[in-house]
């Protein structure tokens, strides 16, 4: 899924309607605009998706601009092609600054965590019925900062044992400080936020400062955070074995990528053994973490210019990456490349078949003011010492491109980018 311009009247990069696609095994559907914001004029920009165990896709988005509201809407992932198969879109958050990020767990529950314009501070949501009603929003408090930093680019994880990890990006421009926590209890609390980067004159040169940071959460506690380091946009990673409490000493992966080239994430994905995947521009660039080291870089594909890249894995070990090419001057394209791992093969899931929905699903109104959650302190993080590099082969050596006119799996593109 991603969002796409079509009209002239809104300004360039900034998408109105949502396009989908999907492969059927053998090719890429026609894409089709499925979804638009209920009211007139809205937009309808950097969506999220995920699919429950029921064979349900789910997505949000928002509207832009400094009122952006955060819509949702669902349709079965079968027959997610039909717009007459979406429910109706409705509004569960505003005040979105840019992107928003969902997830599910294993019994379904759906999580929502958005950066508020509003309040300067994360947001969370949660879901135990499916989409069909929202709980109250719950802030989470970043601690001590300036009155000019603010919440970005919120992304969210759960762990084997069902524990949430969360991590944002403090603001404004390159970069103040990268943050986590999580939460024990499907979301109603919060540990106090942990800064797992800082700027700092010494560590970061003119124009840079911690960015962008992910999470991936691989088995029960091993946890993955990636982010745009020192001193420029190094790709930085600390990983934590007891889920969460500590963290290794900062290591990188990637080190082609230095002096510049910010477009939002360092995607992650583990595959069937557990074995963590990253992915970054610009060439674009695939790595894999072997447990005590990355593996030297893997162009994936011989395109550059990559951004806003996405990963995910099917079957337990077949990658699928999407990345946006932008060139100045040139229309932007998105093109697909999947990469084979080393990973045991997991039995196919079947998606249930689903008649087209003949009546709009109908949705509790949540109360949209913000209520702090109660932060117990935790003890900082003792860092340990992690080990070196152990390099091995990548996943796509000797695959192919290809050029789409947009696409999406079980991830986004948005024509919108940052740098």
């Known amino acids: 899924m991603w969002s796409q311009s079509t009209s002239m009247e809104r300004p360039a990069g900034y998408g109105d309607t949502l396009y989908y696609t999907r492969w059927d095994g053998k090719k890429w559907i026609a894409p089709v605009d499925v979804l638009v914001s209920p009211e007139a004029g809205f937009g ?8 429950t165990p029921d064979g349900t896709l789910h997505a949000i988005w928002g509207t832009g601009g400094i009122n952006s509201r955060l819509y949702y809407s669902r349709a079965p992932a079968c027959c997610a092609e039909d717009p007459r198969n ?84 403090v603001m404004p421009f390159p970069g103040k400080r990268v943050v986590y926590a999580q939460s024990s209890d499907q979301g109603m609390t919060w540990t106090d936020p942990t800064s797992i980067d800082e700027y700092s004159p010494e560590k970061y040169l003119e124009g840079f400062g911690p960015f962008l940071i992910d999470v991936e959460a691989v ?3 091993e946890i993955h955070l990636t982010w745009d380091g020192a001193p420029t946009v ?12 500590t963290w290794s000493e900062p290591d990188t992966f ?3 990528l230095t002096g510049g080239g910010r477009a939002l994430w360092n995607d992650m994905v583990a595959d069937s053994q557990n074995t963590l995947h990253a992915v970054s521009i610009k060439q674009p660039w695939h790595a894999q973490w072997l447990g005590n080291g990355w593996t030297p870089s893997t162009p994936i594909g011989q395109r550059g210019f990559a951004e806003n890249m996405r990963i995910t894995v099917s079957e337990g070990y077949i990658l699928h990456v999407v990345w946006l090419e932008v060139v100045e001057g040139i229309p932007s394209v998105v093109y697909y490349n999947r990469g084979i791992t080393q990973a045991p093969p997991l039995p196919q899931q079947t998606l249930p078949p689903s008649p087209l ?50 696409i999406g799996i079980v991830f986004w593109i948005s024509r919108k980018h940052s740098r």
Do not use: C
């Open 44 to 51: 309808a920009e950097f969506p999220d998706i995920t699919i």
């Open 86 to 169: 979406w429910s109706k879109p409705f509004m569960i958050g505003i005040g979105v600054n840019e992107t928003s990020a969902l997830i599910h767990d294993s019994r379904g529950r759906l999580y929502v965590m958005y950066a508020s314009l509003d309040t300067k501070e994360p947001i969370f949501l949660r879901s135990d019925d499916g989409g069909n009603t929202w709980s109250k929003p719950v802030r989470l408090v970043s601690g001590i900062r300036q009155s000019n930093e603010y919440t970005a680019y919120t992304r969210l994880a759960v762990d084997g044992r069902g524990v949430l990890h969360a991590v944002w990006t």
């Open 219 to 221: 088995g029960e506690q």
């Open 234 to 245: 190094e790709r930085h990673h600390v990983w934590s074995r007891d889920g969460g409490k």
């Open 254 to 256: 990637i080190p082609e």
């Open 357 to 406: 929905l003949e009546t709009e699903t109908q949705f509790a109104s949540p109360s949209l003011s913000p209520t702090d959650t109660f932060m117990p302190t935790i003890v900082n993080p003792i860092p340990s010492k992690n080990a070196g590099t152990n390099p091995a082969l990548g996943a796509f050596i000797s695959l192919g491109v290809v050029s789409l006119f947009l």
